[in-house]
């Protein structure tokens, strides 16, 4: 996993949360921050996840050569 990706989508995120928050911002537009949003935070997630296995699959090899 790239740090600096995962830190993006994340702060892209916030971005569009503040945008959601703006109260003139229309339904229209509100739905398509909306689907953005919920796209960037499942891939940060899939991120994670992967990098949690990764850390995991390190730590098992390390315990087996001990």
């Known amino acids: 996993m ?3 990706d995962f830190e993006k989508k994340i702060e892209i995120s916030k971005e569009i949360l503040e ?3 703006d ?3 229309t339904l229209e537009d509100s739905m398509k ?3 953005e949003g919920v796209k960037e935070l499942k891939e940060a ?3 994670l ?8 699959e390190l ?3 390390d315990k087996e050569e001990s």
């Open 2 to 4: 790239k740090v600096k």
């Open 19 to 21: 945008k959601l928050m």
């Open 23 to 25: 109260p003139s911002i």
């Open 33 to 35: 921050l909306y689907k």
């Open 45 to 47: 997630s899939k991120m």
């Open 49 to 56: 996840e992967n990098a949690k296995v990764e850390f995991e």
């Open 59 to 61: 730590s098992k090899t």
